[in-house]
């Protein structure tokens, strides 16, 4: 059999039944809405928390805040990058002291990503608790980081990478694991 390439492995019917599902796992998980602050990691944990918030918003009848966080200083390999990072401002509309965090991000892998947020978000105040919601696990971790909240977990060696594409971001909503 042929290895995989570019095959979609979430459409967009994927893509919202598995936020549907996340949003009411965060609400069962911590017995509805109070004190959740959902926090977008950049570029595309951004929109998917905004999508979760209003979803839970939905069905809750509560606002739930959202933020964005950029953790572009944050990174491990800052001084192993030839580029200089863009510096995207980080907007948290509420202090995030003693909430209940919920971090979005689109795909976790290494872990890498989500202990930068964690440094990034511990700048900004002291959460009573902070919790991992992605769309897509694709395993291959450096980090011992786990996501509470999975909207799909996909197997695939290292050599494939997920694509996450977003309507508010890419014009679409599509998961694909493509050839790198």
């Known amino acids: 059999m042929a290895d ?11 893509v919202k039944r598995a936020l549907h599902r996340i949003a009411h796992h965060i609400t069962d998980h911590n017995s509805g809405a109070e004190e ?5 990691i950049r570029t595309r944990g951004v929109p998917l928390a905004r999508r979760l918030a209003s979803l ?17 200083l944050y990174r491990d390999d800052l001084t192993l990058r030839r580029d200089v990072p863009r510096i995207h401002r980080t907007d948290i509309p509420v202090d995030i002291t003693n909430q209940i965090v ?17 440094d990034a978000l511990v700048d900004l105040g002291r959460p009573a608790q ?26 695939a060696d290292a050599r494939y990478k997920v694509q996450v594409r977003l309507a508010e971001v890419d014009g679409e909503d599509q998961v694909t694991l493509i050839a790198s």
């Open 56 to 72: 839970i918003a939905g069905f809750e009848n509560a606002v739930i805040p959202v933020g964005e966080l950029d953790i572009a």
């Open 130 to 155: 902070i919790q991992l919601a992605v769309l897509v696990d694709r395993g291959h971790r450096e980090l011992p980081v786990r996501a509470d909240y999975v909207g799909r977990k996909v197997s």
């Open 102 to 118: 919920v971090l979005v991000d689109d795909v976790l892998s290494t872990g890498r990503t989500v202990r930068s947020a964690l």
């Open 4 to 14: 995989p390439v570019d095959a979609t492995i979430m459409t967009a019917v994927d």
């Open 36 to 40: 959740l602050v959902l926090v977008g």
